[in-house]
Structures are given as structure tokens and as C-alpha cells.
Nanobody, 115 residues
Framework: QVELVESGGGLVQAGGSLRLSCAAS????????MGWYRQAPGKQRELVAT???????NYADSVKGRFTISRDNAKNTVYLQMNSLKSEDTAVYYC?????????WGEGTLVTVSS
């Protein structure tokens, strides 16, 4: 089991930036991949970005060029830098940790982008 604690959400104006953090209670080196997902009101949870153990990243088309996922193995933390935020980025953002095909999730952090 791993505990994931997301932080960094908040209210920001369109065009602004936020950096989300996901702190894990155990080493993230052992994870096959970690990722950020989001769920907007009335919508299904969707992938935002993932990063695997070798540093390879993957992004949803809707955030490519605006969001950057990164990891700090020494701090057991994964980040999501979000720039040029749009109102449609408003959602609860969740961190996911996958190991041996088992997914564990954090409680989420709310990002609200005002237009």
C-alpha cells in the first residue's frame, strides 16, 4: 500500500499557472508508472499525463504543450506543471501509482480556472 497526497490546487484565472504535487509514502522508483488524472463535474475521470520509471512521458492531447509531468525520486514526489490554464481544465486532479498492475489513488486536489 502507498499513500498519495496531492497538493497545489486552487483558484486561478484563465491563462495562469499552477503546480500540483503528489507526495508518496514510499519510493516511487518501484512504481511501473505514475500519473495525473482529472474528473470534471458530470464527467468521467480522464488521463492527463503519465510518467514511467525511465522518465518517458505521455499526455492527453488537450494538455500537450501546456502541462508538464515530472518526478523527483529522492522526494518520492511527482509534479504537474500546468500553464496557460483554460476554464475547461477545471476539475479534481488525482494522482495514481501503479505497481504490479495494481492502481492506487490519492484523494485529489481541486483546480478551478475562472474565465
Amino acid at each position: 500500500q502507498v499513500e498519495l497526497v496531492e497538493s497545489g490546487g486552487g483558484l486561478v484565472q484563465a491563462g495562469g499557472s499552477l503546480r500540483l504535487s503528489c507526495a508518496a509514502s514510499r519510493s516511487i522508483v518501484s512504481a511501473s508508472h505514475m500519473g495525473w488524472y482529472r474528473q470534471a463535474p458530470g464527467k468521467q475521470r480522464e488521463l492527463v499525463a503519465t510518467i514511467i520509471s525511465d522518465g518517458t512521458t505521455n499526455y492527453a492531447d488537450s494538455v500537450k504543450g501546456r502541462f508538464t509531468i515530472s518526478r523527483d525520486n529522492a522526494k518520492n514526489t511527482v509534479y504537474l506543471q500546468m500553464n496557460s490554464l483554460k476554464s475547461e481544465d477545471t476539475a479534481v486532479y488525482y494522482c495514481k501509482y501503479r505497481r504490479f498492475m495494481v492502481d492506487q489513488w490519492g484523494e485529489g486536489t481541486l483546480v478551478t480556472v475562472s474565465s
